[in-house]
């Protein structure tokens, strides 16, 4: 990674990505290729358009909007996680893409893209950790064509079934655990009017956000807890000790017990916020 390339990743959620990247959407659950799709029709891609697919991760999006822009178009990945950008490499090269290209790079090495403009800029649930989203805001706008568009995809409220769960997992990490940023640990995130606000104030224009609930299911708790090693969560499970891990998933399968569905499968809520704007 080149320097500039780990701005924003002082806290080390580029090197939890990293080390999640092996198993990343992965583990049998269907979750970020969802969301991917989905984020790629709002776009409303069409054929021959040039895409740029900032914090790409596995593919999610990026392998959606190769298939939404076809041969004749373009689409470029950046990721700042070596872990993701070699896998979903080779993802590229299996698939005979010819037209994707995937590279290590972060919305604040935006700026020296020579490929610029692009017809659409996406981010599928990056935007979110940046610590200075106005600045990464405005750098999407400058790869864009005039009249092009951004889309990008950040979550709502958490299930407030799973809250006990989740408390119970952080409850095992040591006092002095670095606060690392999540969605929701910035106020902007937390309504759609204050995260479109941010989009016009970054030269953006009609902002338009759709909101989709969407019931993720686990088959029982041990899938929940492979897929929580495989994303973001994983920053919470790595702060546990190693030798407190079986305790704190014995007690996080305690509170689980009770969300338990009778064939024993889980149901997360997640609720999924689509925000499209033009430049
Ligand atoms: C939740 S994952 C989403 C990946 C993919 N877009 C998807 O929908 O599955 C967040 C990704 O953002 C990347 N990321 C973190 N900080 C970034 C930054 N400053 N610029 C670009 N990507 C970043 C991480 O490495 C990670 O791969």
Not at 105 to 119: I, M, R
Not at 229 to 235: E, I, K, L, M
Request: aromatic residues 8%.
């Amino acid at each position: 990674m080149t320097r500039g390339q780990d701005a924003g990743t002082g806290s080390g959620i580029v090197s939890v990505f990293d080390r999640a990247a092996a198993t990343y959407d992965h583990t049998g659950v269907d979750f970020f290729s969802v969301f991917g799709r989905r984020l790629v029709e709002i776009a409303a891609l069409a054929p021959g358009e040039r895409v740029l697919d900032v914090g790409c991760g596995r593919g999610a999006v990026l392998f959606a909007a190769a298939e939404a822009v076809g041969p004749a178009g373009a689409v470029r990945g950046i990721d700042p996680a070596p872990g993701m950008v070699t896998r979903t490499a080779a993802e590229v090269h299996e698939r005979g893409l010819a037209h994707v290209r995937v590279d290590i790079g972060a919305v604040e090495t935006l700026a020296d893209s020579t490929e610029a403009p692009y017809d659409a800029v996406l981010a599928g649930l990056v935007l979110f950790f940046l610590p200075d989203l106005h600045t990464g805001l405005r750098t999407c706008r400058e790869v864009l064509r005039p009249g092009g568009r951004l889309a990008f995809s950040w979550f709502g409220p958490d299930d407030p079934r799973w809250e006990p769960v989740l408390s119970a997992a952080r409850s095992f990490r040591p006092d002095d655990t670095p606060p690392m940023p999540m969605p929701w640990t910035n106020d902007v995130w937390r309504e759609v009017a204050s995260v479109e606000a941010a989009v016009v104030t970054a030269g953006f224009s009609e902002p338009a956000t759709v909101e989709e609930p969407y019931d993720v299911t686990f088959t029982d708790p041990g899938q929940w807890w492979r897929w929580s090693w495989s994303n973001g969560s994983r920053a919470i499970l790595e702060a546990i000790p190693a030798d407190r891990l079986a305790e704190a998933r014995a007690t996080c399968e305690q509170h689980l017990e009770r969300l338990q569905e009778p064939d024993g499968s889980l149901r997360l809520r997640v609720v999924l916020r689509y925000t499209r704007a033009g430049r």
